[in-house]
């Protein structure tokens, strides 16, 4: 593995940045766009934007965005509800949706992938399908898929033989047999008890469980401080505790619950092997904490001819093979510039 050469940020100092950015793009084009307190009042401020009377929308580059309008299943995308716009939203008027947030992964990837340069319409560009390792180029992105995960137990029909219940667990890309996870400014992968991951059909087939990655849990749960919030919906039994660095205090009680870490991960690539698919996660080069998270769930797969089709790719890496238009818009949105080779360390 090679070690990360960009400086370690964390998801509150990116999301900080991010919105930063926005609000000065904001101001000097002229956007619409609006400034969202967030669900507490200590959050900091975050920039939402809206489609405006010249066809624009701040959050989108011009051209993807273009792409976009013209698609539908692409445009129902952008109607995706922001889980905290109830309580949060800047405006009684505006009910903005997830990719109107300036920190919206979702938002980035599009940004990306419905871009011409990148899909012409048909097919991916050659740079991006080699990079990504997409053996068959002519592919249309499917954003939101759902491949329905496999438990262990059977839900029994009243006319039919028992069929097997799946999960909701929702994949960010579809590009044919390649499954992609996008995150940029998310606390962390989420972490769940134990009994949670044992639910599904085809863990030990993939993981070796007594290496998957576990914390002490020293706090009562409470929901993460993601940007994106909607994969918790459909799993109602999530544990979503925030875990804690380190060890517990002196004074922390004796036999304090054991949680797994990287519960979204584990369940993206069970839902790789249940369809016989790839899996790449997309996050910022920044991120350190993410890249560890994701190579210790990697560590745990025991399938080695499984684990040479899960990978992970930054922004950054994917930069170099895009456009240099789509370039110049990640860099002053997202502060994403193409990664440079250092060299092996």
Same mark, same amino acid.
């Given at each position: ?20 950015? !926005? ?21 900091? $401020? ?19 965005? *273009?792409?976009?309008? !013209?698609? $539908? ?48 319409? =048909? ?58 996870? *996008? ?9 769940? !008890? $134990? ?50 660095? =380190?060890?517990? =205090? ?23 092997? *249940? ?9 910022? *080069? ?36 895009? $456009? ?22």
């Amino acid at each position: 593995m090679t070690k990360p050469v960009t400086p370690s940020w964390s998801a509150s100092l990116l999301r900080r940045d991010l919105n930063a950015r !926005a609000h000065h793009l904001a101001r000097t084009h002229n956007l619409l766009h609006d400034i969202s307190l967030g669900p507490k009042s200590e959050n900091d $401020p975050a920039v939402v934007f809206g489609h405006d009377d010249q066809g624009r929308h701040g959050n989108f580059d011009p051209d993807s965005y *273009a792409n976009i309008c !013209a698609n $539908p299943a692409w445009l129902r995308r952008l109607s995706k509800p922001h889980t905290a716009s109830r309580r949060s939203r800047a405006r009684k008027d505006w009910q903005w949706h997830e990719l109107d947030s300036a920190i919206s992964s979702d938002a980035l990837l599009m940004n990306i992938f419905c871009h011409p340069s990148v899909f012409n319409g =048909g097919a991916l560009t050659p740079a991006v399908a080699n990079l990504l390792g997409v053996v068959d180029p002519f592919v249309t992105p499917r954003f939101g898929f759902t491949p329905g995960v496999p438990l262990k137990q059977l839900r029994k029909g009243r006319t039919r033989l028992p069929s097997e219940l799946t999960d909701q667990t929702e994949i960010d890309l579809q590009l044919n047999n390649l499954f992609l996870e *996008a995150k940029l400014t998310e606390s962390n992968f989420q972490t769940a !008890a $134990p009994h949670l991951i044992e639910r599904y059909r085809d863990l030990e087939a993939v993981f070796d469980i007594t290496r998957l990655p576990k914390r002490t849990r020293n706090t009562q749960p409470v929901r993460p401080q993601i940007e994106d919030l909607s994969q918790l919906g459909p799993d109602s039994e999530v544990d979503a505790t925030i875990p804690i660095e =380190g060890h517990p =205090g002196p004074n922390a009680p004796k036999n304090l619950p054991t949680v797994v870490d990287g519960y979204q991960l584990i369940r993206n690539v069970l839902a790789a092997y *249940a369809s016989d698919a790839s899996f790449c996660v997309l996050c910022d *080069a920044r991120r350190h904490d993410l890249i560890e998270t994701w190579y210790a769930v990697l560590s745990a797969v025991h399938s080695l001819t499984f684990a040479t089709r899960l990978k992970l790719l930054t922004w950054q890496e994917l930069s170099t093979a895009l $456009p240099e238009d789509l370039q110049q818009f990640l860099r002053t949105k997202y502060g994403i510039a193409p990664a440079v080779d250092h060299g092996a360390e």
